[in-house]
């Protein structure tokens, strides 16, 4: 069972910056992938970013350009860089990891992105 638990959410004026972290209870190396997902209320759960275990990245399209994702293997742990906020960006962050063909995820860290 692998447990994740994120933290770096808050309350952000647009253009600002936040840094979300996602620390894993075992080695990342043994994650297939990692990423985030968000869902804003009344809307689907969507893919935000994610990276793999060498290191290929894949971005929403709202996304890119602003947010960048990254991994600390020493720390087991997976950044997600969000620089230029817009207020559409205000949702629940999730962290996901994907091992052996499951996904787990993280309790989710509210984004809020004033105008």
């Known amino acids: 069972q692998v447990q994740l638990v994120e933290s770096g959410g808050g309350l952000v004026q647009a253009g600002g910056s936040l840094r979300l972290s996602c620390a894993a209870s075992e080695s990342i190396f043994s994650l297939s992938a990692m990423g985030w997902y968000r869902q804003a209320p009344g809307k689907e759960r969507e893919l935000v970013a994610r990276i793999t275990s060498g290191d290929s990245t894949n971005y929403a399209d709202s996304v890119k350009g602003r947010f960048t994702i990254s991994r600390d293997n020493a720390k087991n742990t997976v950044y997600l860089q969000m620089n230029s906020l817009k207020p559409e960006d205000t949702a629940v962050y999730y962290c996901?990891?994907?091992?052996?063909?499951?996904?787990?995820w993280g309790q989710g860290t509210q984004v809020t992105v004033s105008s």
């Open positions: 996901y990891g994907l091992k052996w063909a499951r996904n787990y």
